[in-house]
């Protein structure tokens, strides 16, 4: 079980730090932590601490932090998906697996075929998953999760590096191992249940987007956003 919490207001010479409630809980509660304990502080900007508790109690945590240290876990490439989110239950797993493989940067679209936009409240959960899995794999830099926006916005806003839309008719992605290779940026659109409609695949193609090919089958959002994530994640 993790011994890392997420401190966003880790001193950078290091000193007291009060753990949030969630995490001051997190640590009582569930870790059954006692003072003198060694943690890892992580601020999500990619700085951690070792640090040693305090006090605790079973709403409060202080503990005093070791000077914070830059450690770089994430890939070469920067990645950005702008996904049509799916239905809540698949959609929380998929953020887990996107944070595991270092993403950077994650934006819900609204396309022609969504269903049902996400909530505010939905997105409040998925970003509180961004930072339960980055406790658990160690990652230091939190992935961003946007507000929803349109297709249309989307493809209006500058993008750098390797640009993609994932769609059956597209290039094989393990024919393109070198551009990945090469890579330091990439943004890849990944569609709904029922896939972009054409207009949005023209607009798409126009804005310099590739179409790029998964396989045989046909995934689901959320496989073809991790299948995506998996061959930048280098």
């Not at 239905?87 to 797993?93: A, I, V």
């Not at 509180?128 to 980055?134: A, D, F, L, M, P």
């Not at 597209?170 to 090469?182: C, F, K, T």
Request: some cysteine; proline content about 6%.
């Amino acid at each position: 079980m993790t011994r890392r919490y997420y401190a966003p207001d880790l001193p950078p010479s290091g000193g007291l730090v009060p753990l949030s409630d969630e995490e001051a809980s997190h640590a009582a509660r569930v870790m059954r932590a006692k003072v003198g304990d060694v943690i890892t502080l992580f601020d999500g900007c990619g700085h951690e601490s070792e640090s040693t508790i305090v006090s605790i109690d079973k709403r409060k945590c202080a503990v005093e932090a070791a000077a914070a240290v830059a450690i770089d876990r994430e890939p070469k490439c920067r990645t950005h998906l702008g996904i049509a989110l799916p239905k809540p239950e698949r959609c929380k797993e998929m953020i887990e697996r996107l944070t595991e493989l270092g993403v950077h940067r994650v934006t819900p679209l609204v396309c022609q075929r969504t269903q049902r936009p996400p909530t505010d409240s939905l997105l409040t959960k998925l970003r509180r998953i961004v930072i339960e899995s980055s406790k658990q794999c160690e990652r230091n830099v939190l992935m961003q999760i946007d507000a929803p926006t349109s297709m249309e916005a989307f493809l209006a806003e500058p993008h750098t590096g390797v640009r993609w839309i994932a769609h059956p008719d597209g290039r094989p992605i393990q024919s393109l191992a070198a551009e990945i290779d090469a890579a330091t940026s990439a943004t890849v659109l990944v569609g709904p249940e029922g896939g972009f409609s054409d207009e949005e695949v023209h607009s798409a193609i126009e804005s310099g987007y590739e179409q790029v090919g998964l396989g045989a089958r046909i995934y689901r959002v959320e496989t073809a956003a991790c299948v995506m994530a998996t061959h930048l994640a280098r």
